[in-house]
């Protein structure tokens, strides 16, 4: 709680370094990356107090079996670049109200709040040993976490390809593993759905922090009978994005994270032409103040007319470019967004409740959101299916995770 308390009195200043290290504008950080690293320290310091223990009476046996939990031990937490805070405190949170002690990595191109909160731990009075941050590279300092063999389990968030090496190397001591990765996230559009809410949100979903969140919509299937209106109507407001300085309160996109990551997203934008894709907006030219012009920067991108089966469609991107495809029915668009090989989440659009419904239990992701996007309460599970990762975030899943159960019989 008192952590929680120092990061709001704090959190203009994190917010601040937060879009200095990685692009987002300043008002979003504040807005949900510094809100929610607050709100995981008061979740998880107040859920802690309300946890149980299961125990049960054996009848005709006269014996008791209940059950303990503990500590693992030593929780490794490793963490991305594109939420920085927010997704570190989202490991550390649980792991430390839980009682274990923690070596946690933040990625190696945003340092600077991890760094700022392990002084935030110090004023809280954090006994010195329990919470371990160190920088470095994922080969490096990331690897000699995994690979420690008093490190008991690892917490991991970022690309499926880095999970993929996790799991390698840290198979030799059967660690607990966590793995939150990448996603292709569709949209699903039906032809009943309320226009005035989905444009809107599509359009929040497919581009908010720069395209760079896990859960964007990269996907966006649209009912056939209405598939040139959506199209119209979403590229019309994405012209409308305000691309520019992250400190400027108008300023709805920064800047990519590095020139690597730009490079690679405007890579898919060729791409996109030579797998037969329309730009249908996006290579406007940007006017950018001179101090910006050396940035990362990019329009958002909507790309119409691509195959399923076309790279765009089924790698993630993870930068602001979204693909609009029309689909016919219900059966078939279900089968289309199952067809990749992430599974994090999706929206379905439509105002008929029962086709929400069924719609979204047939999707292979972790969470739907129906009419609606990036409305999660920690109580609930969080976490992909498929290549997107295993294992649960959240209030059950995080405890379950980060402690270990033991069963104890008492004969009376
Ligand atoms: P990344 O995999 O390159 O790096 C993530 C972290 O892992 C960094 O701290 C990095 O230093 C470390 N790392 C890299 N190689 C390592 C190794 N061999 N051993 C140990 N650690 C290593 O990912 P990124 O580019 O920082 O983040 C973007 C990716 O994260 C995207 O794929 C995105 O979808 C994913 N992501 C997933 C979620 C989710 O909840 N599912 C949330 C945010 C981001």
Redesign the pocket.
């Given at each position: 709680m008192k952590i929680a308390d120092l990061i709001e009195s704090n959190s203009d200043e994190l917010a601040r370094s937060e879009s200095k290290d990685q692009g987002k504008p300043i008002s979003l950080a504040k807005r949900v990356d510094i809100p929610r690293a607050i709100h995981n320290f008061r979740f998880f310091a107040s859920a802690i107090l309300h946890t149980t223990n299961t125990s049960t009476i054996l009848d005709g046996v006269g014996a008791v079996n209940y059950t303990q939990r503990i500590p693992v031990g030593v929780a490794g937490l490793?963490?991305?670049?594109?939420?920085p805070l927010y997704?570190l405190t989202f490991k550390l949170a649980p792991a430390l109200a839980t009682g274990n002690t923690v070596v946690a990595?933040?990625?190696?191109?945003t340092s600077v709040t991890a760094w700022m909160l392990a002084k935030l731990f110090n004023e809280a009075g954090l006994p010195s040993g329990v919470c371990n941050i160190v920088f470095?590279?994922?080969?490096k300092?990331?690897?000699s976490?995994?690979c420690h063999p008093d490190v008991s389990l690892v917490s991991?968030?970022?690309?499926?390809?880095?999970?993929e090496?996790?799991t390698k190397?840290s198979a030799f001591a059967c660690k607990k593993l966590s793995?939150?990765?990448?996603?292709k996230n569709p949209a699903i559009i039906f032809e009943d759905a309320d226009l005035d809410k989905c444009v809107p949100t599509t359009l929040r979903s497919s581009f908010a922090n720069q395209g760079?969140?896990?859960?964007c919509t990269s996907r966006i299937y649209v009912q056939e009978k209405i598939y040139d209106k959506f199209l119209d109507l979403l590229v019309s407001a994405t012209k409308k994005i305000i691309v520019g300085p992250p400190e400027n309160d108008s300023t709805v996109m920064g800047a990519l994270?590095s020139k690597e990551?730009l490079e690679k997203v405007r890579g898919y934008v060729e791409l996109a032409q030579k797998e037969g894709g329309k730009i249908e907006c996006g290579e406007e030219p940007l006017f950018l103040p001179d101090k910006n012009k050396q940035g990362y920067f990019m329009r958002p991108i909507v790309v119409s007319n691509l195959s399923d089966g076309s790279r765009c469609m089924q790698e993630?991107i993870?930068g602001p470019i979204t693909c609009v495809v029309p689909f016919k029915n219900e059966e078939e668009v279900i089968e289309r967004a199952n067809n990749v090989k992430y599974g994090?989440s999706a929206t379905v659009w439509s105002e008929n409740l029962s086709r929400v419904h069924r719609v979204a239990q047939r999707l292979d992701v972790g969470t739907v959101w129906t009419n609606c996007w990036l409305i999660r309460d920690l109580n609930v599970p969080?976490?992909?299916m498929k290549s997107?990762?295993i294992g649960r975030?959240g209030l059950h899943g995080s405890i379950d995770f980060f402690t270990e159960q033991k069963t104890i019989c008492v004969k009376l």
């Open positions: 490793i963490s991305p670049w594109n939420l997704l990595k933040p990625s190696e191109m470095g590279t994922g080969p300092a990331g690897s976490i995994v991991f968030t970022g690309s499926t390809l880095t999970g090496i996790i190397e793995l939150e990765l990448g996603g760079e969140v896990c859960l994270i990551h993630e993870f994090l969080f976490g992909g997107s990762g975030e």
